[in-house]
Each structure stands twice: as C-alpha cells, then as structure tokens.
C-alpha cells in the first residue's frame, strides 16, 4: 500500500512539475488574479490522476489484495475473540447454575 501511494505521489509531483513549467512558460494560461498557486496544483492533480489510473492498475491492484487479507484477518480475529468470550460465557452460566 505504501508503494502505491508513493508512487502515486511521484506521478503527482511529475506531473506538477510539467505543469508549473508550462504555467510559467507561458504555454498555458496562469489562471485569474492570485489563483495561479491553486490553478497548478488542480491543473496537475487532473492530469496526474488518469495517468495513474493506467500505469498503476497492477500496483493498485496488488495493494488491494494486501487490504483485504488485513480484512480477512482482522474478522478472523474478531470472530476467534468472540467465541472465546461467548465460551467464557457460558462456561460461566453453567458453573453458576450448578451451584
């Protein structure tokens, strides 16, 4: 998972970098008043997030087979804690109705 998303994160800050570039080469257009800061990054987070799409299909993939085996663990645990607890239980209500 932390692959992915630094992978993410690099496509990110590639595709920002290109943008700034092109921003302050005056290629595309800075964008209205004082809002050039943020014309860049969502310029960049819209090209930047159909690019990951693509390339990182099977990463993506791979991280999320890794969430669901954590899933599956963590209900497997839950599941074993609670008969535990409902053995407990009832070994208890059987101990007290035999006194």
Same mark, same amino acid.
């Given at each position: 998972?932390? +692959?992915?998303? /630094?992978?993410? /994160? #690099?496509?990110?800050?590639?595709? %920002? @970098?290109?943008? &700034?570039?092109?921003?302050?080469? #005056?290629?595309?257009?800075?964008?209205?008043?004082?809002?050039?800061?943020? &014309?860049?990054? %969502?310029?960049?987070?819209?090209?930047?997030?159909?690019?990951?799409? @693509?390339?990182?299909?099977?990463?993506?993939? !791979?991280?999320? @087979?890794?969430?669901?085996?954590?899933?599956? !663990?963590?209900? $497997?645990? /839950?599941? $074993?804690? +609670?008969? =535990?607890?409902? #053995? $407990?239980?009832?070994?208890? +209500? $059987?101990?007290? =109705?035999?006194?």
């Amino acid at each position: 998972m932390l +692959r992915y998303t /630094l992978m993410r /994160l #690099g496509i990110f800050a590639g595709c %920002l @970098v290109v943008v &700034w570039g092109l921003v302050y080469s #005056g290629i595309v257009p800075r964008g209205l008043g004082e809002s050039n800061g943020m &014309w860049v990054v %969502l310029l960049a987070l819209v090209i930047s997030a159909p690019i990951s799409f @693509v390339v990182l299909r099977k990463e993506r993939d !791979r991280a999320s @087979v890794q969430i669901v085996e954590r899933v599956d !663990r963590a209900k $497997a645990n /839950l599941e $074993a804690s +609670r008969n =535990q607890e409902d #053995g $407990a239980d009832d070994a208890a +209500r $059987a101990q007290g =109705q035999t006194s």
